[in-house]
């Protein structure tokens, strides 16, 4: 199984593209120029310098340099890139390159062992990749599939109402196959077809034919 060096603190929410080395005009009066921007569905999320933008890089995130030529190939990064943002990349923004980012003696052993080849997994797939065993100096903290037991027991969930206390979240197991993201969502729609999610939006209006919400809904202010 592929093991890479891990940085805490990863962004949760990465980029759909980031543009950088750029001389950009913003129209806004409060900042009116940039130099790289950020785009999450469809909307400027962060705007200013590489130093800004460079936390928003993901696995997936279209990078473009305005610096090099648009040619295919050159408008996202490189696997080897990709991984090396997110551990020597993310040390050196933090100040902590010198403890953190690589797996060599000296370091802090913050590694993760994957379920599938970052760099062999068809690029499609690659949301679908989880971790099976998360260590963080050294001291394992999550560990599922074949490695389940050798991680802590997770702290109860708080608070009690909380859907994930009673239909699990995305730490419940790696043996469906699905991806945290998707497994999110499976938590909120059983959530929402539950017969006491149904009587609430019965009795406050919100229930339709077919019993369908009309808007997220959170049990815990019922």
């Known amino acids: ?21 750029a001389r950009i005009f913003t129209g806004d009066p409060r900042q009116p120029a940039a130099t790289a921007l950020a785009v ?4 400027v999320a962060v705007i200013g310098g590489g130093r ?36 020597v990349g993310g040390a050196r923004l933090t100040g902590e390159q010198d403890v953190k980012g690589i797996l060599s003696p000296g370091y802090y052993a913050d590694f993760a062992v994957l379920s599938d080849d970052f ?12 971790a099976l065993l998360t260590a963080v100096g050294g001291r394992v903290v999550h560990a599922v599939g074949f490695f ?16 994930i206390a009673h239909f699990g979240g995305c730490q419940a197991g ?3 196959g699905r991806s945290g993201p998707r497994q999110a969502e499976g938590i909120r729609d059983t959530a929402a077809e539950s ?28």
């Open 1 to 21: 199984m592929p093991v890479a060096g891990i940085r805490a603190g990863a962004p949760a929410r990465p980029a759909d593209l980031v543009l950088r080395n």
């Open 148 to 163: 389940e037991g050798l991680a802590p027991a997770a702290p109860l969930v708080q608070p009690d109402c909380s859907p």
């Open 195 to 222: 017969a006491e999610h149904l009587r609430w939006r019965q009795r406050t209006g919100r229930a339709t034919d077919g019993h369908r919400p009309l808007d997220t809904f959170d049990p815990c202010f019922s």
């Open 40 to 43: 999450r569905n469809g909307a």
């Open 119 to 130: 760099f062999e997994i068809p690029e499609e797939r690659i949301p679908e990749i989880a």
């Open 174 to 176: 790696h043996a469906s």
């Open 52 to 87: 800004e933008v460079a936390p928003l890089v993901g696995l997936q995130t279209r990078v473009i340099d305005a610096l090099v030529p648009l040619r295919s190939g050159h408008s996202r990064l490189e696997r080897t890139e990709t991984l090396a943002s997110h551990t």
